[in-house]
């Protein structure tokens, strides 16, 4: 079974710029999360969608926003770039709640 | 808020010892908890997972433990390989699915 395949793998973008990044999640998982990862703050939670419903979101201010498909792949955006935004975004899918995150290998976001 | 936090940032350990890997949480309410391991260039991969009604699970060549009284989890690892130096998490799964994660541990094991 293919694993969580997240595209682009690198992006550079400018600052004021917006990007969409992309997640294919395992065949079957119907929950995608997304997921910032930085050195200073670790992981943090940026949504997550199950059926094509945002069913929960962190705190993260409104230019970073998410959908889901009705196959269950979903993307994210980020508008107005900020040099802060520069991270990697990590992608995890899952069968649904109480069940652990399978993730893919991220889309690294360089803000210049 | 939740939070769980990692006791050492960093850990270094000689090839075939145990490694032994902390995690503090404050949500008395959790009650499953997941370790992830984190290669350079990859996203966390699942090793173990515990829920709240276990004290000890064991998989291969590692053990989870949760000490509920005091809030604590651990991750051991037994006879210590190059291929597990790593950035290892501990996370809450809370309401609705949501995974809290700690800040992480760097394990580095020396040939």
């Known amino acids: 079974k293919a694993g969580v395949t997240q595209t682009p793998r690198y992006l550079i973008k400018t600052r004021g710029q917006q990007v969409t990044l992309s997640c294919s999640p395992i065949?079957?998982?119907?929950?995608v999360s997304w997921y910032q990862q930085t050195p200073g703050q670790g992981l943090q939670f940026l949504f997550e969608?199950?059926?094509?419903?945002?069913?929960n979101k962190g705190n993260f201010p409104g230019r970073f926003s998410g959908r889901q498909f009705s196959n269950s792949r979903s993307e994210m955006n980020v508008s107005t770039l900020e040099l802060g935004d520069s991270a990697l975004y990590l992608c995890?899918?899952?069968?649904?709640?109480?069940?652990?995150?399978?993730f893919g290998n991220g889309t690294r976001l360089t803000v210049t | 808020g939740e939070s769980v936090g990692l006791h050492l940032p960093t850990l270094s350990v000689q090839e075939g010892d145990n490694s032994i890997i902390n995690c503090a949480y404050s949500?008395?309410?959790?009650?499953?908890f997941i370790w992830y391991k984190q290669e350079s260039g990859k996203g966390p991969q699942f090793i173990i997972d515990?829920?709240?009604?276990?004290d000890k699970r064991q998989g291969q060549r590692v053990t989870v433990l949760l000490n509920k009284t005091v809030k604590h989890l651990s991750l051991q690892i037994a006879a210590t390989q190059p291929g597990d130096s790593a950035v290892y998490f501990c996370?809450?799964?809370?309401?609705?699915?949501?995974?809290?994660f700690g800040d992480g541990t760097t394990l580095t094991v020396k040939p």
């Open positions: 995890a899918s899952s069968l649904g709640s109480d069940t652990p995150l399978h």
């Open positions: 065949s079957g998982h119907r929950s």
């Open positions: 969608y199950f059926s094509e419903t945002q069913r």
């Open positions: 949500n008395s309410a959790s009650d499953y």
């Open positions: 515990i829920r709240s009604n276990m």
């Open positions: 996370a809450e799964i809370g309401n609705a699915g949501k995974s809290t």
